[in-house]
């Protein structure tokens, strides 16, 4: 194996663990949301540190073969892939963090959860990011398209369940407060699977050499 052979599978290595640390947090964020046993402050915060450090790894990679080769079709793709990949596995362990700490700000938290079934949209963010981290390990077409149609009925469920608890809001003022909060937390699930299907984008970009928008798979 050439020197630059191990700076790529180092490369492939170090997304993998982003990867998987993103999905811990998301996994950590959906439990605290449901009430169900967390790992311990410390724990959340050092797995988020790691997940800096990775992305900053990965950024050194990069620019190291960069510097040092000449990378070319199939390669640089996969490269330019792994930068834009990093950043968004690091702006979804942001956001699963952000949904852990406005969780304690949600006193009626079970009556609303239960009210508007918000656990099966929670539930369905966890399975779009294990098809993510999945898409870019098989590098498999049908596993990549299938992350945009959960994309799309995650921020379809979001929207109706905001306006539904906007509704309440207006009805009950005793749940003016956790409710803005809960719609916080949607929003943050919600751009959790934005960001994977932004992943989703950059893997088929990597695999095919064609740039495609999500938004093209709507209606399929």
Partial sequence: MTHF????????????????????????????????????????KKIESKIDKLDVKIDEICQRIFALQQPVASDLRFIMASLQI?????????LAISIIKKNKSIKEKHDLIAKFDIATIAREVEVVM??????FLTRDSEVILSVFPLN???KAKVDEVIGAIINEMKSNSKVVVSGTNLVLVLKHLERISEHCSNIAEYVYFMVHAKIIKHEKFEDK
């Fill in 5 to 44: 052979e191990i700076e790529l599978d180092k490369l492939k290595n170090v997304i993998q663990k982003i990867g998987a640390l993103a999905e811990n947090q998301v996994n950590e964020s959906v439990k605290a949301l449901l009430s169900e046993p967390v790992a311990e402050g410390k724990e959340v």
């Fill in 86 to 94: 990093s950043n968004e596995m690091e702006r979804i362990g942001d």
């Fill in 130 to 135: 294990v098809k993510t981290n999945e898409c």
């Fill in 152 to 154: 799309y009925a995650i």
